[in-house]
């Protein structure tokens, strides 16, 4: 997928993700987080920001008042749109902006939020600068998937100050469900490929933690010198009410057998007709307001 059409993937799943959360894990971060005042603001570092769908949530949620936010992404494409998005949103909500190449700065009454954009891949920016017990609160939003559990979060989890809080989200778990069904082998053969296919990715030496991250990271947490406060599930459950889907539904769907169809075609693992034909018919349930889809994730929220 093209980064603009993956801008245009992160735009519609943005909602899928707000109804998706876990309410409880959310409540648990609410509750573990200490007040932050003008004196006292939160040190917040967000990694695989994308395009700012997170930080935009959570000033929309009511969450962040004082907050200097760092918002890491290895795309600058991505940043560019979340710094736009962000400039938009805090127009509309009558915020004072104050930019400057590298921070965007949104103050209105009880709210002063700065958002730095730091273009960087995550690796290497933990290797090359130095943060050790620098933050208050940790996120990872639909992102430690990509990344190998036990090389990468000992250093983050040791960026945060101690007692600082670690709110990871939307982290896919095995669990990949089509409805209706196709030909009940068919749809198994393909979606346990596409497992496959996010399992095998190396990361320099290792493997990242892929299809079972969701699972992986309730002890992984431990290992890295966390502690887990609360887990739970943020499955993604898509499906049409009447044949209408919710807006930007049925785009999300499409996106969705778009990554399927590049990750086998990529890897040939499947004969390039018989996917053909699984995607058409997936595409014409989604044309007649048929395709449902459930996506298993957890959500964990924990201290250092
Ligand atoms: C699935 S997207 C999620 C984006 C965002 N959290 C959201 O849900 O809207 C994963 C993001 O991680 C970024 N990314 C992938 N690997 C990375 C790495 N090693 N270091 C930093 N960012 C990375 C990608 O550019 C992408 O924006």
Redesign the pocket.
């Known amino acids: 997928m093209d980064e603009q059409s993956?801008i245009d993937y992160?735009r519609v799943?943005?909602a899928i993700?707000d109804r998706s959360l876990n309410a409880t894990v959310w409540n648990a971060l609410v509750t573990a987080m200490p007040l932050a005042s003008q004196s006292c603001p939160w040190q917040v570092l967000?990694?695989?920001?994308?395009?700012?769908?997170?930080v935009q949530r959570l000033l929309e949620w009511d969450f962040l008042h004082y907050a200097a936010y760092t918002a890491?992404?290895?795309?600058p494409l991505?940043l560019t749109e979340a710094r736009h998005a962000l400039s938009r949103w805090a127009e509309q909500n009558g915020l004072h902006i104050n930019q400057t190449s590298e921070k965007l700065s949104l103050a209105g009454k009880s709210r002063e939020v700065t958002v730095q954009f730091v273009a960087?891949?995550?690796?290497?920016?933990l290797a090359t600068a130095s943060h050790p017990k620098s933050y208050d609160l940790l996120i990872?939003?639909?992102?430690l998937d990509?990344?190998n559990l036990d090389e990468t979060l000992p250093p983050l989890l040791s960026c945060l100050k101690k007692g600082g809080v670690f709110y990871f989200t939307?982290n896919f778990d095995g669990l990949t469900v089509f409805e209706p069904p196709l030909q009940h082998s068919l749809d198994e053969t393909i979606l346990s490929l596409y497992h496959r296919t996010m399992q095998e990715h190396f990361?320099g030496e290792k493997l990242r933690s892929g299809a079972t991250c969701g699972r992986r990271l309730l002890t992984a947490v431990g290992r890295a010198g966390g502690s887990l406060l609360r887990a739970g599930a943020s499955d993604w459950i898509i499906h049409p009410v009447q044949g209408k889907y919710l807006p930007g539904e049925d785009r999300f769907l499409r996106y969705f057998l778009q990554m399927i169809d590049e990750a086998l075609r990529e890897q040939g693992l499947v004969e390039p007709t018989l996917l053909r034909s699984w995607l058409d018919q997936r595409i014409n349930q989604i044309e007649r307001g048929e395709l449902m889809l459930i996506v298993h994730q957890l959500d964990l929220v924990g201290r250092c």
């Not at 890491?72 to 795309?75: E, G, I, P, V, Y």
């Open positions: 993956f992160l799943k943005r993700d967000e990694i695989g920001a994308g395009t700012g769908a997170m890491l992404d290895t795309s991505f960087e891949e995550l690796n290497h920016w990872a939003h639909a992102f990509l990344v939307i990361v």
